[in-house]
């Protein structure tokens, strides 16, 4: 790992709690978007996969417009609405093809 690399921190909340899951990973690598997805866990849990998987990035969603208000002073509400929006438009035009594979397991 060069030392450029942006990661992230680990949250404290996922540091303390011993049964933590980390549900998804993503990077901006070599021009393009790459991700790891812990797929299935929510089947494996009795919920519905697709539905938890929408609730989850709602919730992904709200927490980028509260960082936008907290860092840049933009209203929660207007990053929301403006995320939803591209977001809407990107699943019904896509802009690039989704490439890759799944592979299973864990690091």
């Known amino acids: 790992m ?6 992230l921190v680990i949250p404290p909340a996922a540091q303390r709690d011993e049964n933590s899951i ?3 990973s993503a990077w901006i690598a070599e021009k393009g978007f790459h991700c790891t997805l812990n797929i299935g866990h929510f089947d494996v849990h ?11 990035l709602a919730d992904l969603v709200r ?12 209203p ?16 019904d035009l896509p802009t690039s093809k989704v490439v890759g594979e799944f592979h299973v397991g864990h690091s």
């Open 2 to 7: 060069s030392d450029s690399m942006k990661t």
């Open 22 to 24: 980390q549900m998804l």
């Open 46 to 56: 009795d919920h519905n996969e697709a539905e938890a998987w929408g609730i989850y």
């Open 63 to 74: 927490h980028i417009g509260n960082a936008r208000a907290e860092r840049r002073g933009v």
């Open 76 to 91: 929660a509400a207007e990053t929301v609405a403006a995320v939803v929006a591209a977001l809407s438009n990107e699943l």
